[in-house]
């Protein structure tokens, strides 16, 4: 995010991927125009669908995996079963009678294209496929791998509250590069670990994490900060009606109801130990789009509408000297 034109089109891409899972999780799906911004080895690759004419005249949905920064066709088409799911590179066909749960579903390695895990008889269900951690339920034991199907992990679904149907159903998220956020609606979220499958944190409203200072933020009635392995690092306090708006750029920002014309509801806090900072010196203006809700490492920020937002560049400190 420092303004180049591929940069610039990396978070339109963002954007449009982040509308996507809003409707995957709220039932809908997702048509053949979706796309993802999925992680590899080799750096970001964008992942666009598209329906194409079969042999038989019918349509089929393809993906196609591109370079994110110099937008090279890496791989495909390939044809998927159907439509994103919001959970990673997961694919799923149609439900049945094109009402209730989608049919098999399909995870695919963003690098190749290539078929990592596939939904037949009674293989292990594909919950999602996050930063090369490949999430498996089998009966009801939820299952972690990486990309070259190497058993990372196992647990029961029970010890997450949830059948092997629910776990299907319920939306994960990445947090940084090696956790996920699970569940849905407030307070009802759990922070895991998908390098070893333990819990972080559960009951939280939402999490974020901090590249600068290798920070996971979670937010329940308060603020904590953890390592990575889960210790925890500090807490602080969270006004009543405040939400964790976003994490990065070494900061934690968060938003309530104005409380005047001179408070505009944002706080902003150290991520390294959660220590309130002066939000004049730490942040760029944002006018009256309210708290960002994305940082990048380079504190540029996006602000307004998620579903289209607005890029704020990040401070030049040196100006300010």
């Not at 610039?8 to 799906?29: H, Y």
Request: glycine share 14%; aromatic share 4%; hydrophobic share 35%.
């Amino acid at each position: 995010l420092d303004g180049s034109p591929e940069i610039l089109a990396g978070v339109e891409i963002e954007a449009r991927c982040r509308r996507l899972k809003r409707a995957a999780r709220s039932g809908l799906l997702v048509h053949e125009h979706g796309f993802l911004v999925s992680d590899s080895a080799d750096g970001p690759v964008a992942v666009l669908m598209d329906q194409q004419s079969g042999s038989s005249g019918s349509l089929k949905t393809t993906a196609s995996g591109f370079d994110l920064h110099t937008g090279e066709n890496l791989w495909g088409p390939v044809e998927v079963p159907g439509p994103l799911l919001g959970s990673g590179l997961v694919f799923a066909g149609p439900p049945e009678d094109f009402i209730g749960a989608g049919g098999p579903r399909t995870a695919l390695d963003p690098a190749s294209g290539a078929e990592l895990a596939v939904e037949d008889g009674d293989s292990p269900r594909v919950l999602a496929l996050l930063d090369g951690h490949l999430v498996l339920a089998d009966g009801e034991e939820l299952i972690g791998e990486d990309v070259e199907g190497r058993r990372l992990w196992t647990r029961p679904l029970a010890d997450l509250g949830l059948t092997a149907a629910e776990a299907r159903e319920t939306p994960w998220e990445a947090v940084g590069d090696s956790h996920a956020l699970l569940g849905s609606g407030g307070g009802q979220h759990t922070l895991i670990d998908l390098r070893s499958g333990k819990t972080v944190a559960s009951d939280i409203d939402g999490a974020g994490f901090d590249s600068r200072s290798r920070t996971l933020v979670t937010s329940d009635s308060k603020l904590h900060g953890f390592d990575l392995d889960g210790t925890k690092r500090w807490d602080a306090p969270l006004d009543g009606d405040a939400e964790l708006s976003a994490v990065g750029a070494g900061l934690v920002i968060t938003e309530s109801d104005p409380g005047g014309a001179d408070d505009d509801g944002m706080q902003t806090r150290s991520a390294d130990d959660g220590q309130l900072l002066d939000a004049a010196e730490e942040a760029p203006e944002s006018g009256d789009f309210g708290a960002p809700h994305h940082i990048a490492d380079s504190g540029a920020r996006l602000v307004g509408d998620p579903g289209s937002p607005l890029l704020i560049p990040p401070v030049d400190r040196s100006a300010k000297r």
